[in-house]
């Protein structure tokens, strides 16, 4: 059983550059689930794909968009990149609209905004 | 809006003792409360969780209590072992089955051997 990976692994922008990351979900899961987890913070909820539509969008701006595939993969894109969007970029993918004890994350994506 | 606190960034224990990591929360409508441990580079990865219904869970040498009056919960970590060494975070969430979380800072736990 595969579980949840992410790419890149880390990545550095330029304020005003747009960045897409990338995230396979666990074998069998059709829900993922975007979190942003700055410097000496827990993660915070982005938004979450069920079956290739958003369901559920946290506090973060239009800039912060997403998308899930046929094969239930995802992307996040942040366009207008700023300083304060350098964090660690977590997805976690889960079967239907569990329970959070059911999400299972990845690696994650380090972004360095200069 | 800090909803979900840790208000002990750090922690250490002896190995053998008990480790005990705290959380307190602020949205009453909050019902389902889990733990999640987070080794470096990897992601998060759950632990154990309790339903606001119960006041206490546990799984092996974990337990959770849980205070609904006091929106407390607290992780029980007995005996401590060295690879226990981690952050650790609280979350929290509206509903069973509604997956947004709500997590907290993160306590880091060292366990000196």
Known sequence: ?114 | DQQVKQNSPSLSVQEGRISILNCDYTNSMFDYFLWYKKYPAEGPTFLISISSIKDKNEDGRFTVFLNKSAKHLSLHIVPSQPGDSAVYFCAATRDFGNEKLTFGTGTRLTIIP
């Open chain 1, 1 to 114: 059983e595969t579980g949840v990976t992410q790419s890149p692994t880390h990545l550095i922008k330029t304020r005003g550059q747009q960045v897409t990351l990338r995230c396979s979900s666990q074998s069998g899961h059709n829900t993922v689930s975007w979190y942003q987890q700055a410097l000496g913070q827990g993660p915070q909820f982005i938004f979450q794909y069920y079956r290739e539509e958003e369901n559920g969008r946290g506090n973060f701006p239009p800039r912060f968009s997403g998308l899930q595939f046929p094969n239930y993969s995802s992307e996040l894109n942040v366009n207008a990149l700023e300083l304060d969007d350098s964090a660690l970029y977590l997805c976690a993918s889960s079967f239907g609209l569990a329970g959070g004890y059911e999400q299972f994350f990845g690696p994650g994506t380090r972004l360095t905004v200069l």
